[in-house]
């Protein structure tokens, strides 16, 4: 008899474990794309207000410059930063002599926002750590941290 496991038993043992990454993806998707209040006013996505706490950041950053860092296109960042432009929170200059380049850089209402979003992540981010060591163990989650940072650098190299 033979007990060897065929590719169909190997597929579905591994796929366990990807099926599980995708669903995380995907949720996690699901929720980087989703309005959250942060304490303020207005609902924005964590696209929206990563995007405008790196403008802050980066003063004078540029769109093309925030297409690489998102690894999104140029249209696609265009289109956030219209958002928080149109809401008051960026502004939009011409590099001096270059009409063609333009920097961006947050109002004092966009400086605002970008503090409580701050003090928001922080506050999320801590409980969301003692949540998952409450769970796991320190131990875990330092390995879990050390995992993505690996298999990142691996969906890089690809």
């Known amino acids: 008899m033979n007990f060897e496991p065929t590719i169909n038993d190997l597929y579905h043992k591994l796929n366990e474990r990807a099926d599980l990454i995708y669903e995380f993806v995907i949720l996690y ?10 304490g303020y006013e207005q609902m924005l996505t964590m696209m929206e207000i990563h995007t405008l706490t790196h403008i802050e950041d980066n003063p004078g950053v540029t769109i093309t410059e925030l297409s690489k860092i ?9 289109q956030t930063v219209k958002k928080l432009v149109d809401n008051g929170f960026v502004e939009r200059r011409h590099k001096e002599n270059n009409y063609k380049s333009v920097l961006l850089y947050v109002t004092e209402k966009g400086k605002q ?17 003692s949540h998952l060591i409450s769970q796991c163990g320190e131990k875990d989650i330092e390995a879990f941290y050390r995992v993505l940072q690996a298999y990142t650098l691996l969906l890089k190299e690809n």
């Open 29 to 38: 998707y699901n929720y980087i794309y989703a309005n959250h209040n942060y």
């Open 70 to 78: 998102w690894k999104k296109t140029k249209s696609a960042v265009s």
């Open 113 to 129: 926002l970008s503090n409580v979003h701050k003090a928001y992540d922080v506050a999320d981010i801590t409980q969301t750590t």
